[in-house]
Structures are given as C-alpha cells and as structure tokens.
C-alpha cells in the first residue's frame, strides 16, 4: 500500500515541477501562445489534483498507528498544491516588462490605467471561476460520501439480516431439541413405570413363594 503512495508522490512532484516552470513563463506571453500555455497548465494542475485524491485513498487504506506520517505528508502536498493554484492565477493576470511595454507602446500613460482596469476584471473573472470550482468539487466529495454511506448501510442491514436468519434457525434446533428431550422424557417415564410394576409383582411372587415353603418344611 506505501509503495503505492510513494509512486504517486513520484508523479506529483515531477508534475507540479513543470508546473512551476510553466507558470514563470506565462507572464512573458502574448495571444495565442499565453491561451496555449495557460491550457497546458490548467490541465497539469488537474492531473495533480487527482493525483492528490490518488493518494488520499491510499493514505486511507494504511493502518491507523502508520497513517500520521502519510497524513503529515498529504498536508505539505496540499500546502503546495494551493500556492501552485495562487501563483498560476497570478501568472495569469500579470505582464512581464517587456510584454507590458509593447502592449502600452508609446502611449503607455493613457493604455496604463485601460490594462490596470482589465487585469482587475479578470481578477474578479477568475475569483468566480475559482469559487464555482471549490464548489463543484465540494459537492462531488459530498456526493461520494453519500455513496459510501449509503455502502455501509446496505452492507450493515445485509448483516442484520444474515444473523436475524441465523438466530431464527438456532431457535428451531432448540424447539426440536426441547421436543426430543420430551419425548426421551417420557419414553423413559413409561419405561421406569413398566420396571417398576414388573419389579413388585416379582417381589410378591418371591414373598408367596416363601412362605409356601415354609408351610411346607413345618409338616
């Protein structure tokens, strides 16, 4: 199970080095080659992000007295995964100097406060897009928890129901026990009975045989 989380801290921090070396160069575009590199970074972000639920799974499949190492460790990975997403919308709104002048050209004082105006817009694009993202994620988690608890429930009433079946046929074989035993009860009540008479009439057989032989031995 640790060498699976191992592997994927392996891919995450290959991955989100690139990152890192892409959000620093998106600063220095323009055009068709900023939308490009921004799409290749969006993208890589995501797979880092699946990779961090990868390796949450994982973390959750190690036994409780191992689990603080790798819990300590998956909160350093999303310390850095939040920093990786705060510097990319940064890079994303931000001009590097030599982009920024040739965007201004010569008229950079009456364009300055036009660029300041839409970086602020796209600011506030992208806080809007990163809310309606926490969001969905939010909700997707709830609705796997919901998944799972509903799981354990049908797996709890499975069980209830196996043991409910089991008690009931324990109670069966303790009704045939219990009717069997009366049963040998009174068999052996009739047998003790039928000794018990046939015991006395050999006493009282015995007794008149014995004093026929003593009348017997008197004459």
Do not use: W
């Amino acid at each position: 199970m640790s060498s699976d989380f191992e592997s994927y801290e392996q891919d995450f921090a290959v991955l989100t080095a690139e990152v890192t070396g892409r959000i620093g160069k998106v600063p220095k575009l323009v055009g068709d080659e900023k939308k490009q590199m921004v799409a290749n970074v969006e993208k890589q972000l995501e797979e880092a992000r699946e990779l961090l639920e990868q390796m949450e799974l994982e973390v959750r499949e190690i036994p409780p007295q191992s689990r603080g190492m790798y819990s300590s460790r998956m909160r350093s990975y999303k310390q850095e995964m939040g920093k990786l997403e705060a510097d990319f919308k940064r890079s994303r709104i931000a001009y590097s100097d030599e982009v920024r002048n040739e965007l201004l050209g010569d008229d950079g004082n009456s364009s300055e406060n036009q660029l300041i105006k839409l970086r602020e817009e796209r600011a506030h694009l992208l806080d809007n897009t990163e809310r309606l993202e926490r969001s969905s994620r939010r909700l997707e988690a709830g609705y796997q928890i919901a998944v799972e608890t509903e799981q354990i429930g049908q797996e709890m009433l499975e069980n209830l129901s196996h043991d409910r079946e089991k008690i009931q046929r324990a109670r069966e074989r303790l009704r045939e026990t219990d009717a069997n035993l009366g049963k040998s009860s009174r068999i052996l009540t009739g047998m003790l009975r039928r000794f018990s008479s046939s015991e006395l009439l050999h006493l009282m057989h015995c007794e008149a045989h014995g004093h026929i032989c003593s009348y017997k031995r008197d004459f």
